[in-house]
């Protein structure tokens, strides 16, 4: 078994799909390792790491996909819509491919991974199951983004997070506002602590009151019915406009005294819910600053432009896209340590074997055998359920 590690070709991404420190556990599992060259480098991971490692690097990008039985990415094609199409005529029947595929947002592009007749697998679509949290890619990433929003407000905001007291004065503390505590409002809870802030967050989900409070965060209470708020995997569900309209209101005092807010309120395969409003933004203090980690999803502010900086009515708009790439050494770390647990738990003596009982490869694996066999993603693209495909070897 081979697998293969394409330099990442998303304008301005930064991270590689698997790092050195991976190939010995890959190797164990009886692959072997081809890897573009330069591929790790802007990640801090030099060819020559690999090389140390006994992987092979090969100069040109054909010549991975040729080489592999599966191929490793970070962005594939579809969460790749810049570059991603290229790769496209380097897949072949029956080679996996493994990364982040939006396919819940773009599922077109499924369709055509799907006519290269490759076995994909979504990484974003991984289980919340315990069994599966050393594989959760997307909570890795979130992790990341999180604690890069924190720095960002921090070195964009006129004021320092910590109080001090100092014999020019008292210093008071940032107020940090976080909506959405899921994992990258956890993270952004954390690193806005540990920089002195203080921080409040809200969630609809019930079960994060605890975890915003147990992070030293105060956890806003609003009068919402929040009774359906989550559904059985752990996500939050998309509430009314009627709901959403309450929250605005209730939410504006609160956003009005706060010098930074973190939203990342996000609901899988929805656009974002506008949670901040751009009179909300207008009542805001000059100099504050609004990261907007759900921008690529619509975004939780009115006022937020996708993937650029913005000030508004003197606040500062932080669309940032894929925060995770500005961290990219332990980004890496984390996503390479993720798909290479997934990929082990895939093979059965050194071959893909997908036994579609398995909850985690059920759920994750979108194309098979030229067909998108993804049941939501069948259902957006409007195709009949896929007859049961029998489990078995790619
Ligand atoms: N393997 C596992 O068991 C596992 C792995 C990862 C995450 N989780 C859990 O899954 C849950 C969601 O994780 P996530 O970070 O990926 O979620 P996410 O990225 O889908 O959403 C971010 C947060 O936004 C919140 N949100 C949505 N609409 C909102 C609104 N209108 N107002 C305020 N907040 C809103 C969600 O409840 C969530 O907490 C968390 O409970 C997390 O602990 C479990």
């Known amino acids: 078994m081979i697998v293969g590690i394409p330099k990442e070709t998303f304008p301005g991404e930064q991270r590689v799909a698997l790092v050195p420190a991976a190939i010995p556990i890959l190797a164990k599992a009886g692959c072997e390792v081809v890897v573009e060259a330069g591929a790790g480098a802007a990640a801090g991971y030099p060819d020559t790491a690999y090389i140390e490692k006994r992987a092979t690097i090969v100069s040109a990008r ?3 996909f040729r080489a592999a039985n599966a191929v490793f990415q970070v962005l594939c094609h579809g969460a790749n819509d810049k570059t991603g199409r290229a790769d496209l005529p380097l897949l072949r029947p029956d080679q996996a491919l493994i990364g982040f595929l939006r396919p819940l947002a773009s599922p077109a592009t499924v369709q055509e991974i799907a006519a290269t007749g490759a076995v994909a697998f979504a990484v974003e679509l991984m289980p919340r199951i315990t069994r599966a ?3 959760d890619a997307l909570s890795s990433m979130s992790t990341v983004a999180g604690y890069k929003a924190v720095l960002l407000a921090a070195v ?3 004021r320092m997070f910590p109080m001090l007291m100092t014999a020019a004065g008292t210093i008071t503390p940032a107020r940090v506002l976080v909506v959405g505590a899921g994992v990258a409002g956890l993270q952004a809870i954390a690193t806005a602590r540990r920089l002195g802030a203080v921080v409040s967050a809200y969630d609809v989900r019930a079960a994060a009151k605890e975890q915003v409070q147990s992070l030293g965060g105060r956890f806003v209470e609003l009068p919402l019915d929040t009774a359906d708020a989550e559904d059985a995997g752990g ?5 009314d406009e009627a709901f959403y309209r309450r929250q605005r209101e209730l939410l504006g005092r609160v956003v009005a005294e706060s010098d930074v807010v973190i939203t990342t309120a996000v609901v899988p395969g929805k656009k974002s819910p506008v949670l901040i409003t751009a009179d909300m933004v207008a009542g805001m203090t000059a100099g504050s600053v609004i990261v907007d980690l759900a921008a690529e999803r619509g975004g939780n502010c009115e006022l937020t432009h996708p993937n650029e900086t913005v000030v508004e009515h003197g606040v500062t708009i932080i669309g940032s896209f894929n ?3 500005t961290a990219p050494y332990h980004a890496s770390q ?4 993720n798909i ?3 990929f082990v738990h895939l093979l059965r003596e050194g071959k893909l074997r997908l036994d579609l009982e398995d909850e985690i490869t059920r759920e994750t694996l979108v194309t098979r055998g030229g067909e998108v066999v993804h049941p939501r993603v069948r259902e957006l693209l409007s195709l ?9 070897s790619a």
């Open 340 to 342: 290479t647990t997934f």
């Open 133 to 135: 949290q050393s594989m």
């Open 62 to 64: 054909a010549e991975v």
């Open 235 to 239: 996500y939050a569900r998309a509430q």
């Open 384 to 392: 009949a359920p896929a007859a049961t495909a029998a489990a078995g």
């Open 334 to 337: 984390m996503y390479s340590r």
């Open 323 to 325: 925060l995770a790439s």
């Open 156 to 158: 964009t905001v006129p």
